[in-house]
């Protein structure tokens, strides 16, 4: 089992900049990827970054450019640095681990670009 804490939601104005954290604990192999995807109103959830433990990463087409995932292996954590947010960007951002096989989901943290 693999718990995630998500941290880092918040208000920003269009144009700002935000950052979320997603530590992870638990029995934590060392092959994994971890990411982050997110869900608006009415929506299916979406992906918008992973990266796999040797650092590859993949992005949305809507974030690419704008968002930069990145991960501390030592402290099983990934971030996600959110700038020249977007009205279009609010949502429930959820942070995703995977490993052999498993999937697991964070408890979400809202995110809202409104001036």
């Known amino acids: 089992q693999v718990q995630l804490v998500e941290s880092g939601g918040g208000l920003v104005q269009p144009g700002g900049s935000l950052r979320l954290s997603c530590a992870a604990s638990g029995r934590i192999i060392r092959i994994n990827t971890m990411g982050w995807y997110r869900q608006a109103p009415g929506e299916e959830r979406k992906l918008v970054a992973t990266i796999t433990s040797s650092r590859n990463t993949n992005y949305s087409d809507s974030v690419k450019g704008r968002f930069t995932i990145s991960r501390d292996n030592a402290k099983n954590t990934v971030y996600l640095q959110m700038n020249s947010l977007k009205p279009e960007d609010t949502a429930v951002y959820y942070c995703?681990?995977?490993?052999?096989?498993?999937?697991?989901w964070g408890q979400g943290t809202q995110v809202t670009v409104s001036s």
């Open positions: 995703n681990f995977g490993q052999l096989g498993f999937t697991y």
